[in-house]
């Protein structure tokens, strides 16, 4: 009997599920299409970035930072440690057991919720009368099913290097560099952009000598130049990061167990021989396979979905959110997007803020912003003013023994309405969100000045930059 659905959503990582669980509430009779397995053959839910991204990046990132900070930071806290080591093994079972407990919390959240899980891979066969019908394909089993709306959350893959194949053994993407069964003694990275650097980090911190090879002649280009430049610092000199600007690959091959990189740079022909090597320039929308020439659905030359402001494709009762959009590649933005357009679907006047989206990269110390950056309104010819407030003043950041970075907020010159605010430190992901919320107000600087904020805090730095715009910080 042929399953009919007020909504179905291809594909059930953050964008998707989210997605399905706010159309569930609304009342609308949900599925999700969700094709993902883990490497043992079981059915999951999340799609990358619970499988195989976000989370357990997240937990690697942390472990190895704790391991870290037991060799080099209990020191100075008058604390001595002998013997440390790592359990690569036990450090892999702890990241793979929260990935198993977020994405059973995502199942446990569709069953609560009503929403049917269709496992396999969803695409569009047919248009029937105001409604459409998928096809999902698990294998040699088809079921055919019907829905009213259709939400599009299909997600991203790594994109790879022409004649740079992908094993997951010596020449990795995201993918097999999470699981590496050893510490690798060299490691090579293949961009410098946020998935880099944060694995980069990852093994550095655990052991191996790495290098990264960026082909674009600046550090982090979409962040603010203040906080680019105060990484670049950070992560090679004090980190020991080796990272090469303008480098060109020319070639890669496996030689006896070794992965040797021909590249460009500095107007020579270099080599680099690593244990293993990490690609990560990008990612690419997954719009293959989706049958949308079947029923005339808009996808542009880079493979994005063509959508409105409000993720409304050019067919009626089809929507696009997340990674396969327009816009940053950023599980919360997609999650949003989700919420926005199953508000939609119920006739709600939803939208997404898109200028009040907050960016993190999660190398330590984090780097996070919201709004624009510094070059940006130099560019659109902007009037601004600065209020920027360093970590190395601040008792409590001195208190945990990490100083480093600073708050950067950019008001404009006229209005006082805060346009920006940039934060590199340890605990830049979770400072970012009162900017956020900030901006979603169209707050100034004036209005953060104005608040209380607790003695001693993090916080306080956010307080003293907006002070600084005005010139009248008080701790400085």
């Known amino acids: 009997m042929l399953q009919k659905f007020d909504l179905v959503v291809i594909g059930s990582g953050p964008a998707g599920y989210i997605g399905a669980i706010r159309a569930a509430q609304l009342g609308l009779k949900t599925a999700c299409i969700e094709e993902w397995k883990t490497s043992d053959g079981k059915n999951a839910l999340g799609g990358t970035c619970l499988n195989v991204g976000c989370i357990p990046s997240k937990a690697l990132l942390e472990s ?39 994405t059973g919390g995502i199942e446990y959240l569709f069953r609560k919720n009503k929403i049917t899980w269709l496992k396999g ?49 010596y020449i990795c993407d995201n993918i097999g560099a999470l699981s590496f069964s050893d510490i690798p003694r060299s490691l090579g990275v293949i961009g410098a952009g946020v998935i880099g650097l944060e694995l980069g ?65 500095d107007g020579a022909v270099k080599m ?4 293993r090597l990490i690609v990560s320039v990008g990612r690419t929308p997954n719009t293959d396979n989706l049958g949308t020439e079947v029923v005339g659905l808009k996808v542009d030359n880079r493979g994005f979905i063509e959508v409105d402001d409000h993720c409304r494709t050019n067919l009626p009762n089809v929507f696009a959110v997340g990674d396969v959009v327009r816009g940053p590649m950023l599980a919360h933005k997609g999650e949003e997007e989700g919420v926005m357009v199953a508000e939609l679907i119920v006739g709600q006047k939803s939208h997404v803020e898109y200028n009040a989206i907050p960016w993190v990269i999660y190398t330590s110390p984090e780097i996070a912003w919201v709004g624009k950056t510094e070059q940006t309104l130099k560019s659109e010819g902007t009037p601004y003013r600065i209020g920027q407030f360093p970590f190395a003043i601040n008792g409590r950041a001195l208190g945990h ?74 701790n400085m």
């Open 201 to 265: 980090s990852v093994w550095r911190r655990l052991g191996s000598k790495v290098t990264v090879l960026e082909a674009l002649p600046t550090f982090l280009a979409a962040a603010d130049e203040s906080v680019s430049q105060e990484a670049w610092k950070i992560f090679t000199g004090e980190q020991g990061l080796d990272i090469q600007l303008s480098a060109n690959i020319r070639k890669v091959v496996i030689e006896k167990k070794k992965v040797v990189v021909e590249y460009q740079h």
């Open 64 to 102: 190895s930072e704790q391991y870290e900070h037991t060799l080099k930071g209990l020191a100075t806290h008058g604390i001595s440690v002998s013997g440390t080591k790592v359990d690569l093994a036990k450090m892999l079972a702890r990241k793979d057991g929260i990935v198993s407990k977020m």
């Open 401 to 474: 023994g990490d100083a480093k970075g600073f708050v950067k907020m950019l008001a404009h010159a006229r209005t006082d309405e805060i346009l920006g605010v940039h934060i590199i430190n340890t605990h830049a992901s979770e400072l970012i969100a009162e900017a956020v919320v900030a901006m979603e107000f169209r707050a100034s600087s004036e209005d953060i000045a104005r608040i209380v904020h607790a003695h001693p805090s993090l916080s306080e730095v956010m307080h003293e930059a907006a002070l600084a715009v005005d010139k009248r910080a008080l």
């Open 121 to 169: 891979h969803g695409r569009f066969a047919a248009k029937n009368g105001s409604a459409w019908t998928l096809q999902v394909i698990n294998g040699s089993d088809v079921e055919t099913v019907e829905a009213k709306a259709v939400m599009i959350a299909t997600g991203s893959t790594a994109r790879h290097l022409p004649g740079i194949p992908i094993d997951n053994e």
């Open 272 to 275: 680099l021989e690593c244990d």
